[in-house]
Each structure stands twice: as structure tokens, then as C-alpha cells.
């Protein structure tokens, strides 16, 4: 049977075939049949994205026991979600999925009975709303902050509080509006509750939100310090998860900071157990293999630094040279270079001829049909998207 739709490996086969990466072809006219061909060929694989948006907008608008009586599952509505996070990548898009009237069904989502589906909208807002002022303004005026805090503190599913607590950590951050209201809604007291939490993705996520407000907010410091942070923080730097532990002692680090330059009210008893902790995670570093010291190199400064903050005078550490291990203060290595070579060098052919294509990427099935490849959205400073591990 005959192949329907473009020869796509032929199409390939042919550039190849006349083309050796030194000189561009010499130009052709092409016949009316190649050139109908070429742009029929083209068409099959491109996708209105805003048709498809306002498709996925249809579906989310419509009631859910009317989904399920025409066969609609939740696999085909997380399916859905699938793409349209693959669409809201683009900044672009992101914004105009409010125009087009998406936005509220998406937060509705966020209280769907199905767990998935609810976790599933939780990290599509969060790519919406990541590094975008325009969304996190959006998402606030829709009153998507309360919906998000309240599977934050009390849904039964922990992967549905862990996205909804990722989702908040790309709302709030550089968002002074939606920082002020995470406060009044008790959101400190929800990270204390989280850290208490026995899943250490979870536990992970609520550290670097704690991090980054600390940092940000420094006079939150004695906020967090009345609600016994303090406490909670200093047993999460023993914990057996090496990530807890570096996000505990980060936690740990920014209260000192603001101490120092404050009057003391931490107690002796509080002192001497984080002494105590910090000697014995002293003792546990010094004891590693070459290769986990390598692996806990922020966990080895933290430890210097907090004791330095504390105590002011370096750690032991820093007298058994493990703080900077050799080589570790050295420049890194180039990695961009072969990324940016000479116009020459990189026209010029393949070398490595017999090297073999990467497999496919298998594509997530599609509630609405296919949509067009992922776009990558630039990403401004230092904060990376999350907060999902």
C-alpha cells in the first residue's frame, strides 16, 4: 500500500543529496506541481496554535458530567493539559490564553474531583505565569492565588499540594502584590506545616520558597522566627536527603545573617544544638568519599559559611582544606565555543558521518489531535522552572 501524505525521509534524502554544507545550491525555478507539492507538505505539519488554544478553551468551559457522558476520561483531559502547557510556553501565548477566554476554566480546574487533573492545572499555571508579569497580574485579578493556597494546605493528594506550592512559587516570585497577599493568607504558617510534611519533593519545594522570601524579604526573618522555623529548620539539617539539608542550612544561614545585625533572642539551648548539629555534619563531611564530597560541595560552604556567621571564626572544614576542594575554584571548563564556531568551520560538512540520528521523542497522545512542536521560552535570571522535579 502506498504511503499517504509528503515523503518527508525522501524530502530529506534529496536536501542531503544536493548539498555538501560548503556552498549553497544554486537556485531553481521550481514547476507549479513542486511547488504545490512543497507548500501541501509544509501545511500538514503546521497547526493554528490559537485555533487549538480556543479548541482547548471549548473543553475546559464545558461541564465535566457532560465530558463524561460523551467518553471524555480524565487521562484525556490531563492528555489535553499536555499540550496546551506546550503551547503556553510561549510567553505570547501564555498571554493570550486569557484573551481568549481560558484562563478561568484553567483555574477552575484547580477543584476538579480527579487529583491528576487538579495537580496537572497547577503546573500548566505555573508555566504560564513563570518569569511573566503580565500572566502573574492575570492569574491575580482572576483570583487564581486562592485556589492554589487552599490544595496548597489541605488536598488529600501530596502531588496536588506539591504542584500547587510550585505553581505559587512561580506566581509570587518579583511579584510584590501576590508576596503581600501570600503573607496575610497565612502562607508562612502552610511552609511550616509542609516541612513537617513526609514527602521530600514536597519538603524541597517549600525550602527554596522559604529561601527565596527570606532573601528577598529580610525583615520576614522575625516572622518565621515566631512561628518556630528556628526549630523545624535546625532537624531538617540532619536529614538523611542531601537537597533537605542543603535548603535546611540555607534557611538556617539567612536568620543568622539578619541576627547578626540584630539583638540576639535565640536561646542558649537553641546555640548549643545548632552547634552540635553543625560539628556533626562537620564530622559527616570529613568522613565522605572523594566523590560525595564532590556531590555536597554547597552543603560544605553552607556549613563554613553558618559557622563563620555564628561563631565568627572559619569551621574546621576550612583547616582540613574541604571547603574548596582542588580544582574547584579553577575557571569552567568551555562548553559554548563548539556552539559559536567561525562561519567557516561551521558550514563545513559532518566529519562524523557514521553518527546515527537520536531516537524520536514519543509524543504524549491528544485529546483534540496533534499540536505543533514545543517552544522554549527564555528564562530571566537565575530562577529555573521548578520548582517540578
Known amino acids: 500500500m502506498a504511503k499517504e501524505g509528503p515523503n518527508w525521509d525522501g524530502l530529506l534524502k534529496w536536501s542531503l543529496s544536493h548539498s555538501d554544507g560548503t556552498n549553497p545550491p544554486p ?17 500538514c505539519q503546521t497547526v493554528d496554535v490559537v485555533k487549538r488554544m480556543k479548541e482547548i478553551t471549548l473543553v475546559m468551559q464545558t461541564p465535566e458530567q457532560v465530558l463524561e457522558s460523551q467518553g471524555v476520561t480524565s487521562q484525556d483531559i490531563e492528555d489535553m493539559l499536555d499540550e496546551l502547557q506546550e503551547h503556553v510556553e510561549s510567553i505570547d501565548m501564555a498571554n493570550d490564553l486569557h484573551s481568549i477566554g481560558g484562563l478561568v476554566p484553567l483555574l477552575g480546574y484547580l477543584k476538579n474531583s480527579h487529583a491528576n487533573i ?38 488529600p493528594d501530596v502531588t496536588a499540594r506539591t504542584k500547587a506550592l510550585g505553581a505559587i512559587s512561580s506566581l509570587i516570585r518579583h511579584n510584590k502584590p501576590a508576596i ?16 513537617s510534611s513526609e514527602s521530600v519533593r514536597f519538603q524541597r519545594k517549600a525550602l527554596n520558597l522559604i529561601h527565596y522570601l527570606l532573601h528577598e524579604n529580610r525583615s520576614d526573618c522575625n516572622v518565621v522566627t515566631e512561628l518556630g522555623f ?8 540532619s536529614s538523611e536527603d542531601g537537597e533537605v539539608r542543603e535548603g535546611a542550612l540555607r534557611g538556617i544561614l539567612e536568620l543568622a545573617k539578619y541576627r547578626s545585625g540584630q539583638v540576639d533572642g535565640s536561646s542558649i539551648e537553641e546555640n548549643e544544638k545548632l552547634k552540635q548539629i553543625l560539628e556533626d555534619r562537620i564530622k559527616g563531611i570529613s568522613t565522605m568519599s572523594p566523590e560525595d564530597l564532590g556531590a555536597a560541595k554547597e552543603e560544605r560552604q553552607l556549613v563554613d559559611s553558618l559557622w563563620n556567621t555564628c561563631y565568627n571564626e572559619p569551621s574546621s572544614l576550612r583547616e582540613k582544606g574541604l571547603v574548596i576542594l582542588p580544582g574547584e575554584d579553577a575557571l569552567p571548563p568551555d562548553v559554548a565555543s563548539k556552539h559559536f564556531e567561525p562561519p567557516l568551520r561551521a558550514w563545513a560538512p559532518n566529519r562524523n558521518e557514521d553518527t546515527k540520528p537520536s531516537s524520536e521523542k514519543k509524543q504524549a497522545p491528544l485529546l483534540l489531535g496533534p499540536g505543533p512542536p514545543s517552544s522554549s521560552r527564555s528564562i530571566a535570571g537565575e530562577e529555573n522552572r521548578h520548582t517540578s522535579a
Open 118 to 155: 487538579r495537580a496537572k492545572a497547577a503546573e500548566v499555571v505555573s508555566t504560564i505565569v513563570q518569569n511573566n508579569p503580565k500572566s502573574q497580574q492575570l492569574v491575580m485579578e482572576a483570583n487564581g492565588l486562592e485556589p492554589l493556597l487552599s490544595n496548597f494546605t489541605s488536598d
Open 230 to 237: 528556628p526549630r523545624v529548620l535546625m532537624h531538617l539539617a
Open 27 to 43: 537556485a531553481r525555478n521550481l514547476s507549479e506541481e513542486d511547488r504545490k507539492w512543497f507548500m501541501e507538505a509544509m501545511q
Open 180 to 195: 503581600a497577599a501570600f503573607r496575610l493568607a497565612n502562607g508562612y504558617a502552610a511552609l511550616r506545616d509542609a516541612l
